[in-house]
């Protein structure tokens, strides 16, 4: 299945079929899609490290694509495993 077709059925299960597509979520938000607390997010901004941001006036924004993006880069296949220590990391390889 082409990555385009993957993108769109995560998007209609996070969104449902048929409702408005947003491209930008608060740092709440992201938190609950990517599974970290949100002070993690902020220590990340911080920091310097972690998903890209956008910073409009006070508000933080973290961009769909970027979301992810970092998902996928952080995929494990345990079928592509290779011995010698290899966590299977598919962006690795």
Same mark, same amino acid.
């Given at each position: 299945?082409p990555?385009?077709?993957k993108t769109? =059925?995560l998007?209609?299960?996070? #969104?449902? *079929?048929g409702t408005? @597509? @947003?491209?930008?979520f608060?740092p709440?938000?992201?938190? =609950?899609l990517?599974? $970290?607390? =949100?002070?993690?997010?902020?220590n990340? $901004? #911080? =920091?310097?490290r972690?998903?890209p941001? /956008?910073?409009w006036?006070r508000? /933080?924004?973290?961009?769909l /694509?970027?979301?992810?993006?970092?998902?996928?880069?952080h995929r494990?296949d *345990?079928? @592509? @495993?290779e011995?010698?220590g290899?966590?299977?990391n598919?962006?690795?390889?």
């Amino acid at each position: 299945m082409p990555d385009d077709q993957k993108t769109q =059925e995560l998007l209609n299960i996070i #969104f449902g *079929p048929g409702t408005s @597509r @947003r491209l930008l979520f608060s740092p709440k938000e992201t938190s =609950e899609l990517i599974g $970290r607390a =949100e002070q993690s997010l902020a220590n990340d $901004r #911080f =920091e310097g490290r972690g998903l890209p941001y /956008v910073k409009w006036n006070r508000s /933080v924004k973290y961009h769909l /694509v970027d979301i992810l993006t970092h998902i996928k880069a952080h995929r494990i296949d *345990p079928s @592509r @495993r290779e011995s010698g220590g290899h966590n299977g990391n598919v962006a690795a390889q």
